[in-house]
């Protein structure tokens, strides 16, 4: 059975940093394209970065980009979401999601099939 679990939310200071995981079960990591998703309190989920199948390629929010990293270790089946100079708009439940049939580039949009449960992500002074 696929299934994905994030962790490394918390609690961090404005300009602090946090790094998100999603380690994955039931399915190889390498033939997915995977990506992280957030959800602000009365706000629609946004997509905030992905990592293409094979290729590795990568994509970022326009908001995040400069700031976040998305990296994928193939031995520990997980991906990763390194979060630098975090600011309170980031303030969210952080998802991430899976797709095996996506090919070429990934997409930050609607295009994921399997989903993670969630952590929280809270930046405040």
């Known amino acids: 059975q696929l299934q994905l679990v994030e962790s490394g939310g918390g609690l961090v200071q404005p300009g602090g940093s946090l790094r998100l995981s999603c380690a994955a079960s039931g399915f190889t990591l390498d033939y997915y394209a995977i990506g992280w998703f957030r959800q602000a309190p009365g706000k629609e989920r946004e997509g905030v970065s992905c990592?293409?199948?094979?290729?590795?390629?990568?994509n970022y929010a326009d908001s995040v980009k400069g700031r976040f990293t998305i990296s994928r270790d193939n031995a520990k089946n997980t991906v990763y979401l390194q979060m630098n100079s975090l600011k309170p708009e980031d303030t969210a439940v952080y998802y991430c999601a899976a797709e095996g049939a996506l090919i070429g580039l990934c997409v930050l949009g609607p295009a994921y099939s399997a989903w993670g449960q969630g952590t929280q992500v809270t930046v405040s002074s």
């Open positions: 990592i293409s199948r094979a290729s590795g390629s990568t």
